[in-house]
């Protein structure tokens, strides 16, 4: 089975600022790839995927993904973060039928 | 379109009582359906996974079990809880044709508590 790791734990940062986070899993093959976000109070909500293709990848509010098969790496990156986009952040990856989450980072941005 | 629903969405259980937690999914058919344990900083474990009605695939040994009675509900039960049955319990589905769209959708969660 797949391992997902976010080595991120906690991250804060100030607005404005630009935002990477990380996320490896253990083995290639055919995977797919997403990161979700969890805001507060509400549902886990798809960010953004990867499937095939380009591999960096464009999500809704302003985030992109990076696939690196080489490195089985899927970093999430933000050029400048928002006091809105405080939300827990999951990266997920899909092998057959089932998908194996990481941990989780939660992103505090202050004002 | 589409929408899943759980309930209750909080739930306080003494220790040794069932559980029956319920997930339903409108507007599509023959759904991928999972159950999920959510707990604070170690991410989603999946705990059940089905593919069509009457079949469970378990992902970790535990006190819980599931079953999938219609094409569109999934349940997730337990004869005794136990305290460390306590959690956030999310179910989600997905399509199950390969192609661009089978991510997965979440319910918004059963907050259990077992005391």
């Known amino acids: 089975a797949q391992s997902v790791s976010q080595h991120n734990h906690h991250v804060i940062l100030s607005e404005a600022a630009s935002l990477e986070l990380g996320c490896n899993y253990s083995y290639g093959g055919t995977v797919n790839l997403f990161w979700y976000v969890q805001y507060p109070g509400q549902h886990l909500q798809l960010l953004l995927k990867y499937f095939s293709g380009d591999p960096l990848v464009k999500g809704i509010k302003g985030f992109e993904a990076e696939f690196i098969k080489s490195k089985f790496s899927f970093n999430l990156r933000k050029p400048s973060v928002q006091w809105s986009d405080t939300a827990e952040y999951f990266c997920?990856?899909?092998?057959?039928?089932?998908?194996?989450f990481g941990s989780g980072t939660k992103l505090n941005v202050k004002p | 379109s589409q929408t899943i629903h759980q309930w209750p969405a909080t739930l306080v259980q003494p220790v040794g009582s069932p559980l029956s937690l319920e997930c339903t999914v409108e507007?599509?058919?023959?759904?991928?359906l999972y159950w999920y344990r959510q707990a604070a900083g170690r991410g989603l474990q999946l705990l059940f996974y089905s593919v069509g009605i009457g079949q469970i695939s378990s992902e970790v040994p535990q006190n819980l079990s599931a079953s999938r009675p219609q094409d569109r509900q999934f349940i997730l039960s337990s004869k005794k809880l136990l305290l460390s049955d306590s959690g956030f319990y999310l179910c989600a589905w997905s399509e199950t044709l390969a192609g661009a769209y089978n991510e997965q959708f979440f319910g918004p969660g059963t907050r259990l508590t077992v005391l």
């Open positions: 997920a990856v899909k092998e057959f039928n089932k998908f194996y």
């Open positions: 507007g599509t058919s023959n759904p991928n």
